[in-house]
C-alpha cells in the first residue's frame, strides 16, 4: 500500500470518529506515518503523538484479560459483592497496583479498594 493511500485512510477514518481504525493504520505503518506526519490531520497527529509517547516510557497498553479483570471489579463493587471482589482481586494484585488501572475504576470500586 502507497504512503499517501494510508494517510488518506487516516484522516478518512479521523473524520469519521473512528480512532480505533486510525489508530491500527498508524500502528501499522508506524515508520512511515512518523516520517509523514505533517500531512496528517490534528487528530490523527495526537494519536502518533501518544503512541510515541507511550513507546518511549515503555508502557504497554492493559491487554484484553486485564480489562476484564477490571471490569469484573468494577461490578462487584457496584453490587457491594465483597466476596466476589475478593475472589476477582486474589492473584491480581500487582494489576490493581498500575497507575493506569485507576482511570478504569468506577467510584464504588476505587472507595471500596482504598479501604
Known amino acids: 500500500m502507497d504512503i499517501n493511500e494510508i494517510i488518506s485512510k487516516i484522516n478518512k477514518s479521523v473524520d469519521d470518529l473512528d480512532f480505533t481504525t486510525a489508530r491500527k493504520y498508524i500502528e501499522d505503518n508506524f515508520e512511515l506515518v ?3 506526519r505533517v500531512h496528517l490531520k490534528s487528530n490523527a497527529r495526537e494519536i502518533l503523538n501518544f503512541l510515541i509517547e507511550q513507546s518511549n516510557t515503555g508502557e504497554k497498553p492493559l491487554s484484553k ?8 471489579v468494577n461490578v462487584y463493587a457496584t453490587r457491594f459483592d465483597l466476596r466476589g471482589l475478593k475472589l476477582c482481586i ?3 494484585e500487582q494489576l490493581l497496583l498500575k497507575n493506569k488501572v485507576l482511570n478504569y475504576l468506577n467510584a464504588d470500586a476505587k472507595i471500596l479498594l482504598k479501604e
Do not use: F, H, L, R
Request: aromatic share 0%.
Open 90 to 92: 486474589k492473584g491480581n
Open 65 to 72: 484479560t486485564e480489562m476484564a479483570i477490571i471490569n469484573s
Open 34 to 36: 512518523s516520517k509523514k
